[in-house]
């Protein structure tokens, strides 16, 4: 394996090219997001994204296989067994082409059904819905099938292609952006249309990205029934925690649409649109990482693997953190700013949502390292449990008339207890270090979070409208690089993040 320099060094890098790519797509997102709710209007706003939210039910299947086929290449990639690595490849894109059908055949049976009969959609948008659902179907399978090529990627660290695809699915969301204000069509049924033909688009850039680059990623055909077992036993465990991820998300939205109406599925489209494009922060940064921690089992080097999951763990919260914090004060603002109609309980959303986010990416390394492990059915049994707990909770304070932010209290409130769960069982699976842990990544987390807040609480109050957002912004930021540099850095990182900084300035 490479020296731990050398892993810093790609970890950095990857790091960055990630963020170009993310700085993309937040930007055109937020925009585009804005422009397409103001177009469409809020109640098929809603429409679109409730009809979506049925088919990626039926993709928790693939979300499982989408694991497995990562954890698969990464682990024989830090064997050094490339002729294994292109095995894998091959056979995950027959499992995955596999899913897209069975999704296929499940979204035109249980989910139509769903749609027709149980859904609350507007008089007179129902034809409307129903193709908007048979795009979101083409859609979700191409994105399936797309899955290995991804993962590819990921395995072989090359995430500058990334940020060059991402040039190409930039300028096609403008597109769609400028045919949507000038098309004579029904919007929501052109609008599905288009964001089919933009992942085909950018699918086939994938495809010809890996082929080009990588000999593994050439498809071909073939069956072993060994290897086909590992993934798919791998897989079939992690499917009960792709079920209840997408059950508890997914899940909840259709308790809203019940119990609330298109309107609050369209102020939940708005929160996960800021969501997405917050956590996308943390997202670029955990899967630079992500591949190291499982070469680092896969090598056998313990005492790297646990400190790439502290140092993970710790920075995916202070990255997440700094961007909340600000959004968090001033959200009613930001919103108010962005959207011409901001859709009632967009605000309380928005703010849970992150709270929800903050757990998850100070969590997810810890998750990386049972999947590096291979053995997962005790932890998807026991997280598919406590996951699932979202919907009969959710739909208990939605029957007793609770308000419809009570949910994703509720979803907090399990998304912690999780997060401990996770922490017992590492605990008993490979001796994990809880207590040095706790001290060093959930303490001075906290301790960062609470020394951190004070000061722009207070210029938060101060300061109303565009003057205090960039104040509070500002201070928001200045307050947390400074107390995560001085709190939340040991002194080895400090060392580190003076000499990058010497080196730039010298340059």
């Known amino acids: 394996m490479s020296s731990t320099s050398e892993n810093s060094k790609r970890i950095a890098k990857n790091t960055a090219m990630l963020y170009?790519?993310?700085?993309?797509?937040?930007?055109?997102?937020?925009?585009?997001?804005?422009?397409?709710?103001?177009?469409?209007?809020?109640?098929?706003?809603?429409?679109?994204?409730?009809?979506?939210?049925?088919?990626?039910?039926?993709?928790?299947i693939n979300n499982a296989m989408a694991t497995a086929t990562q954890r698969f290449l990464n682990f024989e990639l830090g064997r050094n067994d490339l002729k294994e690595v292109g095995r894998v490849f091959s056979m995950s894109m027959t499992a995955h082409i596999s899913i897209a059908l069975l999704v296929l055949l499940l979204a035109e049976t249980i989910g139509l059904w769903f749609l027709l009969t149980q859904m609350n959609i507007p008089d007179g948008r129902m034809n409307a819905a129903v193709w908007c659902y048979q795009f979101s179907i083409l859609t979700t399978c191409v994105q399936?099938?797309?899955?290995?090529?991804?993962?590819?990627?990921?395995?072989?660290?090359?995430?500058?292609?990334?940020?060059?695809?991402?040039?190409?699915?930039?300028?096609?969301?403008?597109?769609?952006?400028?045919?949507?204000?000038?098309?004579?069509?029904?919007?929501?049924?052109?609008?599905?249309?288009?964001?089919?033909?933009?992942?085909?688009?950018?699918?086939?850039?994938?495809?010809?990205?890996?082929?080009?680059?990588?000999?593994?990623?050439?498809?071909?055909?073939?069956?072993?029934?060994?290897?086909?077992?590992?993934?798919?036993?791998?897989?079939?465990?992690?499917?009960?925690?792709?079920?209840?991820?997408?059950?508890?998300?997914?899940?909840?939205?259709?308790?809203?649409?019940?119990?609330?109406?298109?309107?609050?599925?369209?102020?939940?489209?708005?929160?996960?649109?800021?969501?997405?494009?917050?956590?996308?922060?943390?997202?670029?940064?955990?899967?630079?990482?992500?591949?190291?921690?499982?070469?680092?089992?896969?090598?056998?080097?313990?005492?790297?693997?646990?400190?790439?999951?502290?140092?993970?763990?710790?920075?995916?919260?202070?990255?997440?953190?700094?961007?909340?914090?600000?959004?968090?004060?001033?959200?009613?603002?930001v919103l108010s700013i962005w959207l011409k109609e901001v859709p009632e309980y967009a605000v309380p959303f928005t703010q849970l949502i992150l709270i929800f986010l903050m757990i998850d990416a100070i969590s997810a390394p810890l998750w990386i390292s049972v999947q590096a492990m291979g053995n997962i059915r005790n932890y998807q049994i026991l997280m598919s449990f406590l996951i699932l707990l979202n919907l009969p909770l959710g739909y208990l304070v939605l029957y007793c008339g609770l308000k419809p932010e009570s949910v994703l209290v509720i979803r907090v409130?399990?998304?912690?207890?999780?997060?401990?769960?996770?922490?017992?069982?590492?605990?008993?699976?490979?001796?994990?270090?809880?207590?040095?842990?706790?001290?060093?990544?959930?303490?001075?987390?906290?301790?960062?979070?609470?020394?951190?807040?004070?000061?722009p609480l207070f210029i938060n109050k101060l300061y109303p409208s565009w003057q205090g957002f960039v104040i509070t912004t500002i201070v928001s930021i200045f307050c947390v690089l400074t107390v995560t540099f001085f709190v939340g850095f040991t002194k080895a990182e400090k060392v580190y993040v003076q000499n990058i900084i010497r080196r730039k300035l010298n340059r």
């Open 144 to 333: 399936i099938i797309r899955v290995p090529y991804n993962a590819c990627i990921i395995a072989y660290e090359r995430m500058s292609f990334y940020a060059y695809i991402s040039i190409l699915e930039v300028i096609l969301k403008l597109l769609i952006v400028f045919l949507l204000s000038i098309g004579g069509f029904d919007k929501l049924i052109l609008y599905s249309i288009l964001m089919f033909l933009v992942t085909v688009a950018v699918c086939y850039a994938y495809k010809i990205a890996c082929n080009r680059n990588f000999n593994i990623s050439r498809y071909s055909f073939f069956w072993d029934k060994t290897l086909y077992k590992k993934l798919m036993s791998f897989s079939g465990w992690s499917l009960f925690g792709s079920a209840a991820n997408v059950g508890a998300q997914q899940g909840l939205n259709i308790l809203l649409n019940i119990f609330c109406g298109v309107t609050v599925n369209a102020a939940m489209g708005i929160a996960n649109q800021v969501s997405h494009a917050v956590y996308s922060f943390v997202s670029n940064f955990q899967v630079a990482f992500n591949p190291q921690i499982v070469k680092s089992y896969a090598a056998g080097d313990k005492a790297y693997f646990e400190r790439l999951i502290f140092q993970a763990s710790k920075f995916s919260f202070f990255l997440l953190f700094i961007i909340s914090l600000p959004f968090l004060l001033k959200c009613d603002f």
């Open 413 to 455: 409130l399990v998304n912690l207890i999780t997060y401990i769960a996770r922490i017992g069982y590492l605990k008993r699976r490979i001796a994990f270090p809880v207590w040095q842990y706790m001290k060093e990544v959930l303490g001075i987390s906290l301790l960062v979070a609470i020394l951190s807040t004070p000061i």
């Open 20 to 60: 170009i790519r993310m700085l993309l797509i937040m930007a055109v997102t937020l925009y585009t997001s804005r422009v397409v709710l103001e177009v469409l209007g809020v109640e098929d706003f809603g429409i679109y994204n409730i009809v979506g939210g049925v088919v990626v039910l039926f993709s928790f």
